[in-house]
C-alpha cells in the first residue's frame, strides 16, 4: 500500500520522455506507453534497473539495523530516499504491468513481465527492512519525531505503516514471504489471467473471446444471448479442474498466511489494508443482505413481468429491456457525453478528464490477448495513469468509461502527495469512479425528453447499482463461505458451485431461473483471485457515492453547487493522506453511523418504486 502529505511533492521524473503520438479522432485510441519506456528491450529499462539495484543497495547500507538510532529529520531523510526507490519500482512494474495487460498471449511480453516481475522481488527484500524497523519502534518515540515539521510531513505514510504492526512476522519470515510470492501467489494469478486471456468460446462456428462473449449477453436478440450463455458454461464446464485447483490453492495460501499473522477471519487482512474497521465492513455486508428482497428480489420480478414471464433466464438478467433500442455510441460520442457530465458538475474535473483523451492515454480498441473488463492504473506520479476498457459501443461501455475516467483524475490530482501517500485505499478509490458514471447518467437523462425512454434509462440504471451493490456484497459473501469450507478441506468443483449458486440464489432472488452451467460462472470474476475480498470496495463506493450525491444536490442552485465542488476536488487530492471520517466530514457524512448504509440503499429502492 503506497500514501505522502499535501506539503510531499513527487520525486522528478526518473527517464527521459519521448513525444506521444496523437490520436487519431476516427478510430479507438491505443495507449502509448514511451512515456515510460520506448520498448521493453530499450537500453533505459536496463539502465533503469542498474539504478534500482545501486539505490537499493546504498539504501540498505545506510538504514539497515539503524532506524533506531535516527532522530526526526534523519527519518524523514530515510523516507525521502525510500520514496525515490519505490518510484522507481513503481515505474518499472507499471510498465511491465501495462504491456501484459494489453497482450497476455505473447510469450515475449509474458516473459518479460515476469522477469520484472521477480528482479523487483528481489530488489524489494532489499528495502523490506525499512517498514519493519519503523514498526519496531516505540510509540513514544514516533511520537516524539513527528513533533520534527520534516517528518510531520510523512505522518500518514507512517500511521498506514504502523497500521500492520500487530500482523508482522519476524524479519526472516517476512523476506521469505516476499520472495516467495513470484512462484507462490503470483505465479497462480498469472496463470489464471493468461488462461482466460487465451479462452475462446464457440458461437455459430466462431470462435471469440471473453470480453465478446460476456458482451453478447446483453444483445437486444434473446437467442443470441442464450447461445452466448450456453457457449460460456460449458467452456468453462471444460476447464473447470484448472479454475478449481487455482481456487483451492489461492484461498489454502491466504488461509496459511492469515494463520501467521493472526487475522481474525479472512476478510480483515483486506479490512487493515484499506483502513477501516471490521464492524464498518459488516454493518455494510449485513444492510445490503437485509435488502435483497427490496431490491434485486424485487426489480428482477419486475423485469420478468415486463418480459410477460414469471422466472427470467439467467441469461436475459441483463437484457435489453422490451421495445428499449439500445443505441449504439461512437467513440467520440461516448466521450463528449462523458466530458460533457463531468464539465457541468466541475470545469476541473472535466479539464482533468479531457487530457486522457488528448493523449495516448487509454486503450479501448477489443484485440487478441487483451485483458477483459476495465480498469484504472495509476501508475507512479512522475508519469501519469493509463486506462484499459474493452469499448464496444454499449450504453454500459459509456458508464464504463465514465467509471474508470473517474479513477484516472482522481489519480492525476492525488499525484502531489507524492509516491508514498498518493494511493487511497480501495473503498475510497471507488468514490470518483462511481461518482463519474453518477454525473454520467444524470446527463443522459437530462437530455432525453421522452418518458418511455426515461423509464427504461431508470431501470438501466437500478441494474447497474444492483450489480455494483447487491452482485457485489454476493461477491463477497460467495468468498466467505469459501475461504470458511477451504478451511475444513480442498473443496471440489461441485462443492464450489454449490456455494455459488446459494449466494446467487440468496442474493438475485426468485425472478431468476439460475441453472445449468450457470453454477460455474464464479470462473471468470478476476478479483476473486488478484484482490481477495476487493468486491464490496464497489458496494462502500456506490452507497456513499448515493449519500454525496443527496448532499451535492440538496445545495445545488442551477445545477451548480460551488462549495461542494471544491470539498469534493479537495478529498481527491488528498489521495491517501485521510481516512474515511475525515474525508467525508466536511460533508456531514459518517460511514460508522448504522443510517448512513441505508441512506444509499433507499435511493435504489426509491428508483424501483418508481418503476413499479
Not at 530516499?81 to 494489453?102: C, H, N, P
Not at 446467487?504 to 488478484?530: A, R, V
Amino acid at each position: 500500500m503506497k500514501t505522502t502529505t499535501k506539503k510531499a511533492t513527487a520525486p522528478k521524473p526518473l527517464a527521459k520522455k519521448t513525444a506521444p503520438k496523437t490520436v487519431k479522432p476516427d478510430a479507438l485510441p491505443e495507449w502509448d506507453l514511451s512515456d515510460f519506456y520506448t520498448s521493453q528491450d530499450a537500453p533505459e529499462v536496463t539502465r533503469d534497473f542498474k539504478r534500482l539495484e545501486k539505490l537499493c543497495d546504498a539504501f540498505a547500507k545506510a538504514y539497515d539495523g539503524k532506524l533506531g538510532k535516527l532522530d526526526g529529520p534523519l527519518l524523514a531523510q530515510a523516507i525521502r530516499e525510500y520514496e525515490v526507490v519505490q518510484e522507481l519500482m513503481g515505474k518499472l512494474g507499471s510498465y511491465a504491468q501495462l504491456r501484459f495487460a494489453k497482450n497476455m498471449s505473447d510469450p515475449l511480453i509474458a516473459q518479460f513481465y515476469q522477469n520484472t516481475q521477480e528482479k523487483l522481488t528481489t530488489l524489494s527484500s532489499c528495502v523490506l527492512f525499512f517498514g519493519l524497523g519503523i514498526n519496531k519502534l516505540d510509540d513514544k518515540k514516533i511520537a516524539a519525531m513527528l513533533k520534527t515539521p520534516v517528518l510531520k510531513i510523512y505522518e500518514p505514510f507512517l500511521r498506514d505503516v504502523r497500521s500492520f504492526k500487530p500482523y508482522q512476522l519476524s524479519d526472516e519470515a517476512e523476506k521469505m514471504l516476499l520472495e516467495k510470492n513470484v512462484t507462490g501467489r503470483a505465479a497462480w494469478t498469472r496463470l489464471f489471467d493468461e488462461s482466460i486471456a487465451a479462452m475462446t468460446f464457440p458461437i455459430d462456428k466462431k470462435e471469440i473471446g471473453s470480453v465478446e462473449a460476456f458482451n453478447l449477453m446483453s444483445s437486444k436478440d434473446g437467442a443470441i444471448r442464450k447461445k452466448a450463455a450456453l457457449s460460456i458454461g460449458e467452456t468453462f464446464d471444460k476447464n473447470a479442474s484448472l479454475y478449481t485447483l487455482i481456487t483451492n490453492t489461492l484461498a489454502k495460501d491466504k488461509e496459511i498466511e492469515d494463520n501467521w499473522r493472526g487475522f481474525k477471519q479472512p476478510i480483515s487482512s483486506r479490512n487493515v489494508s484499506n483502513y477501516i474497521e471490521d464492524d464498518v465492513v459488516d454493518a455494510l455486508l449485513t444492510a445490503v443482505k437485509t435488502s435483497y428482497p427490496k431490491l434485486a428480489h424485487r426489480y428482477y420480478k419486475l423485469k420478468a413481468k415486463w418480459f410477460g414471464v414469471k422466472q427470467l433466464e439467467y441469461w436475459d438478467r441483463n437484457a435489453p429491456l422490451p421495445g428499449d433500442t439500445d443505441r449504439e455510441y461512437t467513440w467520440n460520442e461516448a466521450k463528449d457525453l462523458v466530458l460533457d457530465a463531468y464539465g457541468h458538475f466541475s470545469p476541473t474535473l472535466a479539464a482533468h478528464g479531457k487530457t486522457f483523451f488528448d493523449k495516448p492515454w487509454i486503450d479501448a480498441a477489443v484485440t487478441p490477448g487483451k485483458s477483459p473488463g476495465a480498469f484504472a492504473h495509476p501508475t507512479v506520479p512522475s508519469v501519469h495513469p493509463y486506462l484499459l476498457v474493452n469499448f464496444q459501443g454499449k450504453s454500459r461501455d459509456v458508464m464504463t468509461l465514465a467509471h474508470e475516467l473517474g479513477h484516472g483524475v482522481h489519480q492525476v490530482l492525488a499525484a502531489k502527495q507524492g509516491t508514498l501517500q498518493s494511493d487511497t485505499p480501495l473503498t475510497l478509490a471507488e468514490t470518483a469512479s462511481v461518482f463519474g458514471e453518477q454525473l454520467t447518467f444524470r446527463e443522459i437523462l437530462r437530455r432525453e425528453s421522452d418518458a418511455k425512454r426515461k423509464r427504461r434509462l431508470i431501470a438501466s440504471k437500478v441494474e447497474d447499482m444492483l450489480n455494483t451493490v447487491v452482485r457485489q456484497i454476493a461477491f463477497c459473501d460467495f468468498e466467505k463461505r469459501v475461504h470458511a469450507q477451504r478451511k475444513k478441506g480442498e473443496l471440489t468443483t461441485a462443492d464450489i458451485d454449490a456455494i455459488w449458486m446459494a449466494v446467487q440464489t440468496e442474493s438475485l432472488g426468485p425472478g431468476l431461473n439460475l441453472h445449468g452451467n450457470y453454477k460455474h460462472f464464479w470462473m471468470y470474476i478476476p478479483h476473486f483471485i488478484h484482490s481477495p475480498f476487493y468486491v464490496y470496495a464497489y458496494a462502500f463506493g456506490d452507497c456513499l457515492v448515493n449519500s454525496l450525491y443527496a448532499v451535492y444536490e440538496k445545495g445545488a442552485k442551477n445545477g451548480q453547487n460551488p462549495a461542494f465542488e471544491k470539498k469534493y476536488l479537495a478529498m481527491l487530492e488528498a489521495g491517501g493522506t485521510l481516512r474515511h471520517k475525515e474525508l467525508l466530514k466536511p460533508f456531514g457524512l459518517d460511514a460508522t453511523k448504522p443510517d448512513f448504509w441505508q441512506g444509499g440503499l433507499d435511493i435504489i429502492a426509491g428508483f424501483i418504486e418508481e418503476l413499479a
